[in-house]
């Protein structure tokens, strides 16, 4: 237990860190001047407070404070100052720090009990929002006669700071060393932060406590359920809730949609429907982003028509997420009429936009689009300059994006961060300029991540630097040993070289790490329905027509000088039907796609990994002779394809 007077030396004496402080820009001075230095009384203070929290909210310029915080004579003598405290620490609870959170702990241990008005609580809370577990651990234990309230406190700091442990063992000494009966607000604090052991254990101490009847218990045990892949759970307990609230509705749609069942999900969206509950800002974004992941255009412009019957159509975040979902659905053009339909779009409104450019490869519009968003007065974030270096790489644009690279702190006072950084190393890896990539990975500020050496690492594959390559994947084997990918990528240099020694050294790897590749997926959306298409698939009622037209469109295109690229044939025996390259999904999808789309519309097609060399050659050349538009997305970006050629420019 900390002792009080040893809490009172580590944070005294505090005017000497005032005056420090009090030099600083940081909009709380002023509030917590207000306070401590007036001679107004109870109910004048509170308007004071209430006056300079609209203040900070509205990001008024701020002021230093003189020591006047420590004329607090005045301040003690108030009819409840525990109370005006509290509000003090409400009130700047957005714009504090760590220093300024600890002197107004100061004040409480010199004037006040940490039990009146919950103030103890509300600094513990502080002290976690602002990053400092330890200050509120330390705060918490110093509480005296702790109550409920504070147990569910620190317990619900632990939880969103992602310390499972401490708020686990927060819970026990609740129950066993303090003898205090959990109720429904510790569970649903603590079971968003359980993996599958704890979560049973709290459902079942919910079960034999009697607080499965509280529907929020229930819909955080359906979302913790959701979250580690137990749907049938999950739908066992939805279904046991009689009257489901909109959270609950809410929290069984998006269990379904992350584990990629957008049937079920909208299935459970036209029930609520039914039962007349009706969706909210949560229930309009999360199927919007369920319907991005596959591209479910139809669906979309279903929704769209539901958020105009809702009058939802000035909501700027479901907009923004609607135009999102338009970009990558291929559909850049509708994204850019929904966008210029905004009121005074955000940041983030702009920086959706601007996404949708770099993932399509318009690099130049994204530029364009950025300086109309300086023109207008907005300020950037990291985000958006991820997005605009992002487009410059994906567009070959170098100059361009080492400008904007620089110009991040120097102009903007943005500090690249590692997709920054990331951003750079492809854009230079796509340019050829490997040794420029590998120079500003040695001068980065921080340790690269994954993303960092596997941009390089693609940028060797595409010149086969199989030199600079085994020592960027020997990099990757060690950060990320159980990403196939990077496995995957060395070997396809090693047989692009003829090293098959090499090549299948770096299969035996995978197969003692008992790595395997994802499955690749197509998707293609036809009349309201996603078909899925899978190597050699004959799953479809019509496979038959589609092999078919696929060896006619094969005819067409060897004719025209197509070859079939055996680079992209592992060479492993029992692996080749596999991987048949002749069969792969996307070839499937788009003989598919010839078969049933309008002629005066692209054919767009979503792939759930990186498309393969040899397909993306074919659709080329269908692009030339069926004269078709062919769209597809991959984990890269999308590739219009078009009189026999790709926006891409062949590098993806």
């Known amino acids: 237990m900390v002792n009080r007077s040893n809490i009172l030396q580590t944070w005294t004496p505090v005017s000497e860190k005032w005056e420090m402080l009090s030099s600083t820009r940081c909009p709380c001075f002023h509030l917590i001047n207000s306070i401590f230095s007036s001679n107004s009384n109870f109910k004048a203070l509170r308007h004071i407070i209430r006056s300079q929290t609209r203040c900070l909210h509205n990001q008024s310029d701020p002021q230093s404070l003189s020591n006047a915080f420590y004329n607090h004579h005045n301040f003690q003598s108030q009819h409840n100052p525990s109370s005006l405290l509290s509000s003090v620490i409400r009130s700047i609870t957005l714009c504090a720090s760590i220093p300024i959170c600890r002197l107004i702990h100061s004040r409480v241990v010199k004037c006040l009990n940490y039990n009146d008005g919950f103030i103890g609580d509300r600094l513990v809370s502080l002290y976690a929002r602002l990053g400092s577990i330890k200050d509120a651990h330390h705060l918490f234990d110093e509480i005296p006669n702790k109550d409920l309230v504070s147990w569910n406190s620190i317990i619900s700091v632990f939880c969103q700071k992602g310390e499972v442990s401490l708020s686990l063992n927060a819970f026990y000494r609740m129950r066993h060393e303090y003898e205090m009966n959990p109720n429904e607000i510790t569970l649903i604090s603590l079971i968003p932060a359980c993996e599958i052991l704890e979560g049973s254990y709290l459902h079942g101490f919910a079960v034999k406590n009697g607080l499965l009847s509280e529907t929020k218990v229930l819909n955080s045990l359906i979302n913790m359920y959701g979250k580690i892949g137990h749907l049938n759970m999950a739908s066992k307990l939805f279904d046991t809730i009689k009257s489901p609230n909109l959270v609950s509705w809410n929290s069984i ?137 992002s487009a410059c790489s994906h567009s070959g644009l170098v100059n361009e994006g080492q400008h904007f690279f620089n110009i991040m702190s120097s102009v903007y006072g943005i500090e690249p961060r590692l997709d920054h950084y990331s951003c750079m190393v492809d854009l230079f890896g796509r340019s050829g300029r490997l040794k420029d990539a590998r120079v500003l990975i040695d001068c980065m500020p921080m340790e690269p991540n994954s993303g960092v050496w596997g941009a390089l690492l693609n940028g060797c594959k595409v010149y086969n630097n199989i030199e600079l390559g085994e020592e960027t994947a020997r990099k990757l084997f060690t950060l990320s040993p159980l990403d196939s990918r990077n496995y995957i990528m060395l070997s ?142 991959d984990t890269k970006r999308f590739h219009h394809f078009a009189h026999g050629l790709c926006s891409c420019g062949d590098y993806w």
């Open 253 to 389: 749609i998006n269990v379904h949609i992350q584990s990629g069942l957008m049937e079920d999900s909208i299935s459970y969206f036209n029930s609520m429907r039914r039962v007349s509950i009706y969706p909210d800002q949560a229930t309009i974004v999360t199927i919007l982003h369920g319907c991005a992941d596959i591209g479910v255009g139809k669906l979309v412009d279903a929704f769209h028509g539901n958020i105009l019957r809702s009058g939802l159509d000035k909501n700027i975040p479901i907009l923004t997420t609607l135009l999102t979902v338009y970009a990558k659905s291929g559909r850049l053009s509708d994204s850019y009429e929904l966008f210029k339909q905004m009121k005074n779009p955000d940041t983030i409104a702009w920086t959706a936009m601007l996404a949708g450019y770099a993932i399509h490869g318009y690099g130049k519009q994204a530029i364009e689009h950025f300086n109309h968003m300086i023109q207008k007065g907005l300020k950037p974030d990291h985000v958006t300059f991820t997005h605009l270096l």
């Open 492 to 633: 396809s240099m090693y047989s692009r070289a003829g090293r098959w020694g090499d090549f299948s050294k770096v299969r035996g790897l995978m197969k003692s790490k008992n790595l395997v590749r994802t499955a690749g997926c197509s998707f293609i959306e036809h009349e309201h329905k996603v078909y899925r298409f899978v190597v050699s698939d004959k799953s479809h009622m019509d496979f038959m027509r589609i092999y078919n037209k696929l060896d006619e469109v094969m005819g067409k295109i060897r004719e025209v000088g197509y070859t079939l690229n055996k680079e992209f044939v592992l060479h492993d025996v029992e692996e080749v039907k596999d991987d048949m390259v002749g069969e792969h999904s996307e070839k499937l999808a788009i003989a598919f796609g010839l078969l049933v789309c309008n002629e005066k519309m692209p054919i767009v097609i979503m792939k759930n990994l990186r498309i393969c060399g040899d397909c993306h050659n074919m659709a080329k050349f269908v692009s030339l002779v069926e004269k078709r538009e062919i769209i597809i997305r």
